[in-house]
């Protein structure tokens, strides 16, 4: 059974909780995903990070509201808006490795 849906009035005077985010490397790739869990003091906040082959819950990190506004983090109000961030990364990074995969492909027929 699935768990209900946090609507966005919910959230309303809980801060970040409830959301679910991306953070990204120095390159732009996905690295870690996860949702915000709860408070542990002002500005802080505990962060459960999921696996990324089977999605199961991983380890908690702590996180400062300054740190999570940063470029580095996305944050998305709700799991449908994660996943669809999640998805269209990939198929961006998918189309990327063709696009490369089909550059080298022309490169080693003009180097014959």
């Known amino acids: 059974m699935s768990k209900p849906k946090l609507q966005p009035n919910e959230r309303l005077g809980k801060g970040l909780l409830g959301f679910f985010g991306h953070s990204y490397n120095d390159d732009g790739a996905l690295e870690w995903q996860f949702r915000v869990i709860r408070t542990v003091g ?3 906040y505990a962060i459960q ?3 990324w082959i089977v999605g199961a819950p991983s380890e908690i990190v702590i996180l400062t509201e300054k740190e999570l506004s940063t470029p580095k983090y996305k944050l998305y109000p709700d799991e449908d808006a994660w996943r669809h961030a999640s998805d269209e990364y990939h198929r961006l990074q998918t189309w990327k ?3 490369e995969d089909r550059r080298q ?3 080693e027929k003009v180097a014959e």
Do not use: P
């Open 97 to 99: 490795e063709a696009q």
């Open 105 to 107: 492909r022309r490169l």
């Open 42 to 44: 002002q500005g802080s």
């Open 49 to 51: 990070l999921f696996e």
